[in-house]
C-alpha cells in the first residue's frame, strides 16, 4: 500500500512516505487498491510529472491536514441546502464517493453524446490522481438543528468573531462546509471543484471560495526550505512537525489527550480548521524601511533568521531579549510563538496558501494570504495565537476580510463514509 | 484604518502614562549603533550611572561629551519604573519596565546640546542632561537635535487641529441631537477633515479610531452592528437612512471620544519616525481607500478628506524642507511638483468651501490623480531614511 503512496514532491527519492497514516498497518483497507496500485506502481514511479501521485484517500484522518502541501490549492465553503438528516448522510455519502474517485483517479464513464457530459473534461477522459487531497469540514452552522446535531457540536467550533483589525466581509466569512482541495496543479483543483458541484446541486450551493498557490520549486524542498509569503517573508519557520505522532495526537488530532477533554466521540481523528483571508496591502510594504519590516516581523528578510541571528532555524533566543531591543515585543514571530513552556500547547500546524485575485476598488493589488490551520483545541490554538497578535505592528499591512472555522471530519475507511460517526450518534 | 501602534497605544494608557513615545520607540529597530557598540570598542564609551527613584533621577544633573555614552539605569524603587532622555517634545531613548533592584544598559548616541531625563514617572519633573562638544565624536549626516523644532512646531499643529475638531464636532453633535439634518450635513464633511489631516497621530489611539472613524466593514453585521459608532454610522444615518431616529447615544459617544482624544494628544510626546513617517501614510490612507469613494461611501464627501490628507501630508513636509532639501533636493521638487498636480486637479472641483460630490469627478481626473498619489506614496516612503530615522 505504501509504495503507491508515492511523492515525488520530495526532493529524495522516499519509497515509504514519512506520512503514511499508521491506521493503514494491519486493516484489510490496505489491500483494497493494491492490486491496481502495485502494477501500476512502476509506472508511477517513473512518471515525474507527478500526475500519477496519489494520497490514500482512506485513513483515521482525512488526507490534506499533514500531508505534504502541493503547489495549488482551492477552499470552497458551501452553505448545506439539505432540509433534514437523511439529506445531510446523502450529502456526505456522495461526497465520499466523489473525494474516492477523484483522489485515486479513473476511467470516466462514457455517455450518450445528446446530454452534456458528466465531468468538465479538464484531465480528458481518464482522471489521474495529480496528488489531490479533499479535505472536507463542517461550520458551527450545521450543528443549528436542521440536522438533528445539536447535542454533537465539537465543544469550540463557533462563527468567525472578528478580531479588532478584523473586517468580515459577511458573503466570505463562515459556511457549513468547507472543502480544501489541493493538488500539483490549479486544473485539478478545479476538475475536482466542477465534479463536485455538478454532483451536489440539490444538496448544498457555494458560498465563497479562494485559491492559492505555492512555488512548485519550493515545494519540492519542503523541510528543507520555507516557502515565503507575498511580504516576502518566510513563513512557517517553525511549524509542528508532521512526523511527530505524539506532538500530533496532542496539538492537531482530536484524541485522547487531555487537550481534547469534553469532545463528544465521534470527533476523534478530526481536527478544527481554520480559514483566513488576510489581504497584504503590498504597494504600502514595498514603500517600507526594510529596516521596519525586518523590526516587524522580527526576522532578517532574506534569511529568515531571527533577528540578530546567523540561520533561519535558529533559536529567536528571546530569554535573552528580554527588553525586545533586538526582536521587539510586538514582532510577529515572538507574540506568534513566544516560545516559552505555557505557549507550547497554542502550537499550530499551519497550511497556507498565497492569494492573487485582481484588484481592490482603490486600484491596488488584492492579494495575499490564504491562511489555513489545523489544531486539536480551537482555543488553545489559534483563538488564543490570535488574540496575542493583537495589535501587531504587522496589522497596518494585513487586512483579513474572510474566512471561518471549522471542523475537520475524522477519516474514513473503505466501506465507510465521511461523517459517519457523527450521523449514527445523531439522534 | 488601524494603526500599528495599536498594542503600544494600549499598553501605554493602562501604564497611566501618555507619553506614547515611551512605548513607541519600542517599536523602532535597535539603532546600528547599538548593535556594533559592544564589540567594536566597549572601553571607548564613557559609562555613566543613573539612579531611578519614584520621583527623581539620581544625580539630578549629568555632563557627557558628545557621541556614544552608556547608561548604567538602576532602580532604586519598589517597582517597575522608567527612564527617558528627551530633547523638548522628541523621545530620543527610552528604557521602560525595569524592574525594582534591576539595573539596565542603555548605549546611545548623542550630540552636543542641553537634554532632559525623566526617570520614574512619566509625571516626575525634568532632569537636566548636558551634552558636552567632542572634537572626537562622530557626528550623524542629520543630527538628531534638528528634528526638534519641527516636530514641536507639528505637535503645535496637531493640537490646533484637535482643538477645531473639538469644537466643530460639539456644534455637528448639537445638530444631530437637535434633529436638524441639513446642518449636520452640511458640518460633517469640516468637521472630520481635521481628524483626517492628523490621522497618523490621531490612530495612535486606536480604540478611539475605531469608535470615532470606523467604517461599517470593520463590523460584521456591517450597518447593523451594534458596534459601529461614529462618524460613518451617523454619515449612515444621515445620508442612507435618512433618520437621526436613535443617533444622540451615538453623538454623544463621538463628542466623548473626540474630548477623549483631544486629552490624550495633548499628554504625548511625538515619535519622530511617526511624525516623518506620517507624510507617507497619509498619501497611503488615499491611495488605499480614498481613491476608491470606499471612505465615504453614503455621502460621497471624500474629497473633503483627500484634500484634507494631502494638507496633512504636506505639513509636514513643509516642517521638515529645509532638513529634506539638505538631504536630497531633486526629491523636494518632485514632491512638491505632485503635491501641485494634485491640488490642480482637486481645485476644479472646489466649490467655495466645500467640495463636489465624489462621483462627479470624471474617469479621467480620477486615473490622473493615481499617478501623483502613487509617486507621492513612493518618494515619501524614502523620508525616514532620508533623515536618517530608524
Known amino acids: ?427 | 484604518m488601524v494603526s500599528n501602534f495599536k498594542l503600544i497605544a494600549a499598553s501605554c494608557l493602562t501604564l497611566a502614562s501618555f507619553t506614547l513615545t515611551a512605548c513607541g520607540e519600542k517599536a523602532s529597530a535597535p539603532k546600528p549603533a547599538d548593535k556594533t557598540a559592544a564589540p567594536a570598542a566597549p572601553a571607548a564609551n564613557p559609562e555613566v550611572a543613573v539612579a531611578v527613584t519614584d520621583t527623581a533621577c539620581e544625580p539630578a544633573s549629568l555632563t557627557v561629551p558628545a557621541g556614544k555614552t552608556t547608561f548604567i539605569i538602576s532602580n532604586k524603587s519598589s517597582r517597575p519604573l522608567e527612564f527617558e532622555i528627551l530633547k523638548g517634545v522628541l523621545v530620543i531613548e527610552e528604557r521602560e519596565n525595569i524592574a525594582p533592584s534591576f539595573t539596565q544598559k542603555l548605549t546611545t548616541t548623542l550630540d552636543a546640546g542641553d537634554y532632559d531625563m525623566i526617570c520614574g514617572l512619566l509625571s516626575n519633573p525634568r532632569s537636566k542632561l548636558t551634552v558636552t562638544p567632542n572634537a572626537n565624536a562622530q557626528v550623524a549626516a542629520i543630527p538628531v537635535t534638528q528634528l526638534e523644532a519641527p516636530i514641536a512646531q507639528y505637535k503645535a499643529y496637531v493640537l490646533d487641529e484637535t482643538k477645531a475638531f473639538v469644537e466643530k464636532t460639539e456644534v455637528f453633535v448639537a445638530a444631530i441631537n437637535a434633529g436638524d439634518m441639513n446642518k449636520a450635513k452640511a458640518l460633517y464633511a469640516s468637521t472630520r477633515a481635521h481628524y483626517e489631516r492628523i490621522e497618523p497621530i490621531a490612530e495612535l489611539f486606536s480604540d478611539l479610531d475605531g469608535s470615532i472613524d470606523a467604517r461599517a466593514d470593520a463590523y460584521k453585521k456591517v450597518e447593523k452592528d451594534p458596534e459601529f459608532t461614529g462618524f460613518h454610522r451617523l454619515e449612515y444615518a444621515l445620508w442612507s437612512e435618512k433618520s437621526l431616529k436613535g443617533m444622540k447615544p451615538i453623538a454623544d459617544k463621538l463628542l466623548s471620544d473626540v474630548k477623549a482624544l483631544q486629552t490624550q494628544i495633548a499628554g504625548l510626546n511625538f515619535p519622530a519616525t511617526k511624525v516623518v513617517g506620517g507624510a507617507g501614510v497619509l498619501i497611503e490612507e488615499v491611495a488605499n481607500g480614498k481613491i476608491s469613494g470606499e471612505e465615504e461611501r453614503y455621502s460621497h464627501t471624500d474629497l473633503s478628506d483627500f484634500d484634507a490628507n494631502m494638507a496633512g501630508s504636506k505639513k509636514i513636509v513643509d516642517l521638515f524642507r529645509p532638513l529634506i532639501e539638505k538631504a536630497d533636493p531633486v526629491l523636494l521638487k518632485k514632491t512638491d511638483d505632485n503635491f501641485a498636480s494634485v491640488e490642480a486637479i482637486l481645485s476644479k472641483y472646489k466649490q467655495g468651501d466645500t467640495w463636489a460630490s465624489y462621483d462627479k469627478l470624471t474617469e479621467a481626473d480620477r486615473k490622473a490623480l493615481a499617478a501623483p498619489v502613487t509617486v507621492l506614496a513612493e518618494d515619501l516612503s524614502k523620508l525616514r531614511g532620508l533623515l536618517g530615522l530608524n
Open chain 1, 1 to 427: 500500500m505504501t509504495t503507491v503512496h508515492i511523492n515525488d514532491t520530495q526532493d529524495t527519492e522516499q519509497p515509504k512516505s514519512p506520512h503514511r497514516r499508521s491506521w493503514l498497518k494491519g486493516i484489510g483497507v490496505g489491500a483494497v487498491s493494491l492490486g491496481a496500485g502495485a502494477l501500476a506502481t512502476k509506472a508511477y514511479i517513473d512518471s515525474s510529472d507527478g500526475t500519477q501521485t496519489k494520497q490514500d484517500a482512506y485513513g483515521t484522518h482525512q488526507a490534506g491536514i499533514i500531508t505534504p502541501q502541493p503547489a495549488a490549492a482551492i477552499i470552497v465553503v458551501f452553505d448545506v441546502l439539505a432540509k433534514d438528516k437523511k439529506g445531510f448522510e446523502k450529502l456526505l455519502r456522495t461526497l465520499t464517493d466523489r473525494i474516492t474517485f477523484l483522489t485515486q483517479g479513473g476511467q470516466l464513464p462514457q455517455i450518450d453524446p445528446k446530454f452534456p457530459p458528466l465531468n468538465s473534461g479538464i484531465m480528458g477522459d481518464k482522471v489521474f490522481p495529480d496528488n489531490l487531497t479533499m479535505t472536507v469540514s463542517l461550520g458551527a452552522s450545521v450543528f443549528d438543528g436542521r440536522f438533528g446535531l445539536t447535542d454533537l457540536k465539537p465543544q469550540y467550533l463557533q462563527d468567525m468573531q472578528p478580531f479588532p483589525n478584523d473586517a468580515l466581509e459577511p458573503e466570505s466569512t463562515d459556511g457549513d462546509l468547507s472543502i480544501q482541495i489541493c493538488s500539483n496543479t490549479a486544473e485539478t483543483c478545479i476538475h475536482a471543484l466542477r465534479d463536485i458541484i455538478k454532483n451536489t446541486p440539490d444538496l448544498m450551493t457555494m458560498r465563497w471560495q479562494m485559491n492559492g498557490f505555492l512555488p512548485p520549486h519550493m515545494i519540492r524542498k519542503l523541510g528543507k526550505d520555507t516557502m515565503r509569503n507575498l511580504l516576502g517573508f518566510k513563513d512557517g519557520t517553525s511549524n509542528v512537525d508532521a512526523k511527530n505522532d505524539a506532538l500530533l495526537n496532542e496539538l492537531i488530532w482530536v484524541s485522547d489527550h487531555a487537550n481534547s477533554a469534553g469532545e463528544p466521540a465521534w470527533a476523534k481523528g478530526g481536527s478544527y480548521q481554520v480559514v483566513r483571508l488576510i489581504r497584504n496591502r503590498v504597494e504600502f510594504w514595498d514603500r517600507t524601511p526594510l529596516q521596519e519590516q525586518e523590526t516587524i516581523f522580527g526576522r532578517h528578510k532574506l534569511s529568515g533568521a531571527p533577528l540578530g541571528k546567523p540561520n533561519e532555524h535558529d533559536d529567536p533566543d528571546f530569554a535573552s531579549d528580554p527588553d525586545g531591543k533586538r526582536i521587539p515585543h510586538d514582532a510577529h514571530i515572538r507574540l506568534a510563538n513566544p516560545r516559552t513552556p505555557e505557549t507550547r500547547k497554542n502550537l499550530i500546524l499551519r497550511r497556507g496558501y498565497n492569494y492573487s485575485q485582481g484588484l481592490s476598488k482603490s486600484g491596488q493589488l488584492n492579494m495575499g494570504l490564504l491562511f489555513v490551520c489545523y489544531q486539536s483545541n480551537l482555543l488553545n490554538g489559534f483563538l488564543t495565537v490570535q488574540g496575542r497578535m493583537n495589535g501587531e505592528s504587522l496589522e497596518e499591512y494585513i487586512k483579513p476580510f474572510g474566512g471561518g472555522y471549522f471542523f475537520s471530519l475524522p477519516g474514513f475507511a473503505k466501506g465507510e463514509y465521511l461523517g459517519q460517526g457523527l450521523i449514527q450518534a445523531a439522534v
